[in-house]
């Protein structure tokens, strides 16, 4: 080295981490006065994408420790504010200043490429039916598909799995629940023959790869996923066309409303749908049936209910009696609480000012606001012990239970299923599906965890999506009742 050249390397160095961070104010921003704090992350325009996306819960606890509850990160290109006061979810349901729908849209079109859909005259005449048939007395045939075509697939699949001359089946519990839950929910919503193995397979596809669709990786990394999407086109577009089969009440006005619309177009949205309704159900239904499994005082409570309901006694699984297995209701409850991983999301249309109990902040337009019920769900005032699975821990004999913090009432505790005008319109179905899946198991068939030990941990790369599935699967056996 000449003499010059030690000033000019250590020069080097100290200007390097300058213009490092130099690029990273450039590109990920500046906390503007009335702002929350700013977070930029580490990395330009990734922003704080990697350790959001390996374990968001962790890396938003940390911040709140830092910063308190409400802050500003940057993630992927996207400014993402965060509102962790469980008692400021109403002020943020209620802000004018905040929408959901190009958050839906913005959705729609990476994951089901169905760009613009609420330029769609159908959208609005969808979306009503979907509040209006998935509740109430309108639940009350669709449940009664359900419980048939489970009733009527489960020994068929019991029986598959269990070896010529042994007296029980052992099966990955996840993979069981999945193909079950998939067929019969299908079927019952779409009509008969519709859950073909090809159907499966491809739906399985695309929803693996749908994370990353939403990150927006190039189309090559998720080449499967993509395939499956478009294989699912056709036959969803079927579904709703002159030659479906005899479907439920609520995908027959689906197909009314849509009449006048492309197969193309009618196909995405029924992929969208199809989606919605199996993404979330089938991993809640797989943490019902393995906390149940897991905790033998839980699954003694749930089994001795289900013994002493008249309905089930006389063969009646109504959303009557499914109403009235508290135990069960608490346990299921139990287990959303702790493997719910969704988002509820809004977009400012515009620069604005919000007023939240704890103060007033600014948004600028294209922020978006998040809240994070993952983080209410694990709070340990809220819920004491939080990482526990308490089976009874949502038990009431009527109504909803009411939980506290700080002495005031934590207005909406439990949020699997969102809130506001993005809340799930499946939740009551949803909720019946997992509870005839239990009672038909529990009923039929003694099943127990072949290995000792915790339950696998959540896959935490679909942070935002709704239920964490699991890492991996479990192994159980199953053994029909005399
Ligand atoms: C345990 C099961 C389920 C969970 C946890 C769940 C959760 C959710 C959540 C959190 C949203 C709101 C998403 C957002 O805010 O962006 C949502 C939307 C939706 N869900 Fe569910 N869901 C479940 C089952 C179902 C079922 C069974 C159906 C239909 C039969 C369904 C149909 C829908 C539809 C159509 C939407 C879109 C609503 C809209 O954008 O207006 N869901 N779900």
Same mark, same amino acid.
């Given at each position: 080295?000449?003499?010059?050249?030690?000033?000019?390397?250590?020069?080097?160095?100290?200007?390097?981490?300058?213009?490092?961070?130099?690029?990273?104010?450039?590109?990920?921003?500046?906390?503007?006065?009335?702002?929350?704090?700013?977070?930029?992350?580490?990395?330009?325009?990734?922003?704080?994408?990697?350790?959001?996306?390996?374990?968001?819960?962790?890396?938003?606890?940390?911040?709140?420790?830092?910063?308190?509850?409400?802050?500003?990160?940057?993630?992927?290109?996207?400014?993402?504010?965060? +509102? /962790?006061? =469980?008692?400021? $979810?109403? #002020? %943020?349901?209620? *802000?004018? @200043?905040?929408?959901?729908?190009?958050?839906?849209?913005?959705?729609?079109?990476?994951?089901?490429?169905?760009?613009?859909?609420?330029?769609?005259?159908?959208?609005?005449?969808?979306?009503?039916?979907?509040?209006?048939?998935?509740?109430?007395?309108?639940?009350?045939?669709?449940?009664?598909?359900?419980?048939?075509?489970?009733? +009527? /697939?489960? =020994?068929?699949? $019991?029986? #598959? %799995?269990?070896? *010529?001359? @042994?007296?029980?089946?052992?099966?990955?519990?996840?993979?069981?629940?999945?193909?079950?839950?998939?067929?019969?929910?299908?079927?019952?919503?779409?009509?008969?023959?519709?859950?073909?193995?090809?159907?499966?397979?491809?739906?399985?596809?695309?929803?693996?790869?749908?994370?990353?669709?939403?990150?927006?990786?190039?189309?090559?990394?998720?080449?499967?996923?993509?395939?499956?999407?478009?294989?699912?086109?056709?036959?969803?577009?079927?579904?709703?066309?002159?030659?479906?089969?005899?479907?439920?009440?609520?995908?027959?006005?689906?197909?009314?409303?849509?009449?006048?619309?492309?197969?193309?177009?009618?196909?995405?949205?029924?992929?969208?749908?199809?989606?919605?309704?199996?993404?979330?159900?089938?991993?809640?239904?797989?943490?019902?049936?393995?906390?149940?499994?897991?905790?033998?005082?839980?699954?003694?409570?749930?089994?001795?209910?289900?013994?002493?309901?008249?309905?089930?006694?006389?063969?009646?699984?109504?959303?009557?009696?499914?109403?009235?297995?508290?135990?069960?209701?608490?346990?299921?409850?139990?287990?959303?609480?702790?493997?719910?991983?969704?988002?509820?999301?809004?977009?400012?249309?515009?620069?604005?000012?919000?007023?939240?109990?704890?103060?007033?902040?600014?948004?600028?337009?294209?922020?978006?606001?998040?809240?994070?019920?993952?983080?209410?769900?694990?709070?340990?005032?809220?819920?004491?012990?939080?990482?526990?699975?308490?089976?009874?821990?949502?038990?009431?004999?009527?109504?909803?239970?009411?939980?506290?913090?700080?002495?005031?009432?934590?207005?909406?505790?439990?949020?699997?299923?969102?809130?506001?005008?993005?809340?799930?319109?499946?939740?009551?179905?949803?909720?019946?599906?997992?509870?005839?899946?239990?009672?038909?198991?529990?009923?039929?068939?003694?099943?127990?965890?072949?290995?000792?030990?915790?339950?696998?941990?959540?896959?935490?790369?679909?942070?935002?999506?709704?239920?964490?599935?699991?890492?991996?699967?479990?192994?159980?056996?199953?053994?029909?009742?005399?």
């Amino acid at each position: 080295m000449n003499e010059h050249g030690l000033p000019v390397v250590i020069a080097a160095c100290l200007a390097a981490p300058a213009a490092y961070l130099g690029a990273l104010a450039a590109i990920n921003g500046w906390r503007r006065p009335g702002e929350p704090p700013l977070i930029r992350g580490a990395v330009p325009y990734l922003g704080a994408a990697l350790p959001f996306g390996r374990d968001a819960m962790r890396f938003l606890d940390g911040l709140r420790a830092e910063h308190g509850e409400l802050f500003t990160v940057f993630i992927g290109g996207r400014r993402m504010t965060f +509102a /962790l006061d =469980p008692m400021a $979810v109403p #002020a %943020l349901l209620k *802000a004018k @200043q905040l929408s959901f729908a190009p958050v839906a849209d913005e959705v729609v079109d990476l994951a089901f490429a169905l760009p613009k859909v609420r330029e769609y005259a159908a959208i609005h005449a969808l979306e009503r039916a979907s509040k209006d048939f998935l509740k109430g007395a309108a639940l009350s045939p669709l449940t009664a598909r359900m419980e048939a075509q489970l009733d +009527a /697939l489960l =020994p068929e699949y $019991v029986d #598959a %799995l269990t070896p *010529a001359g @042994q007296g029980h089946a052992e099966a990955d519990l996840y993979r069981f629940i999945w193909d079950l839950m998939f067929a019969a929910g299908t079927d019952a919503l779409y009509g008969q023959g519709v859950a073909t193995p090809a159907l499966s397979k491809a739906f399985d596809d695309f929803d693996q790869a749908f994370p990353l669709m939403l990150a927006r990786v190039p189309d090559f990394i998720v080449r499967e996923g993509i395939a499956g999407r478009e294989f699912l086109v056709a036959p969803m577009a079927a579904s709703t066309g002159p030659e479906a089969p005899a479907q439920s009440e609520w995908m027959a006005k689906r197909a009314e409303i849509m009449a006048a619309e492309d197969p193309e177009f009618r196909g995405r949205i029924q992929v969208s749908v199809l989606w919605a309704a199996h993404a979330n159900t089938i991993p809640a239904t797989f943490w019902a049936v393995a906390h149940l499994l897991r905790h033998p005082e839980a699954l003694a409570a749930v089994r001795a209910e289900l013994e002493a309901s008249e309905g089930l006694r006389a063969g009646d699984r109504s959303t009557a009696t499914l109403d009235q297995l508290r135990h069960l209701d608490s346990a299921i409850r139990e287990s959303l609480r702790l493997s719910s991983g969704s988002l509820t999301l809004r977009l400012a249309a515009e620069d604005c000012e919000l007023e939240l109990p704890t103060g007033r902040f600014r948004l600028r337009k294209d922020d978006q606001v998040a809240i994070a019920p993952f983080l209410t769900h694990r709070d340990p005032e809220i819920f004491p012990d939080p990482e526990a699975y308490q089976h009874d821990r949502f038990y009431v004999e009527k109504g909803v239970k009411q939980f506290f913090k700080a002495g005031k009432r934590v207005p909406m505790p439990l949020m699997p299923f969102g809130a506001g005008v993005s809340m799930c319109p499946g939740r009551f179905f949803a909720v019946n599906e997992i509870k005839l899946c239990v009672t038909l198991l529990l009923s039929r068939y003694d099943l127990e965890l072949v290995d000792d030990g915790p339950l696998p941990s959540y896959d935490l790369s679909r942070v935002g999506l709704g239920i964490y599935p699991p890492s991996q699967d479990v192994r159980v056996r199953i053994t029909a009742r005399s």
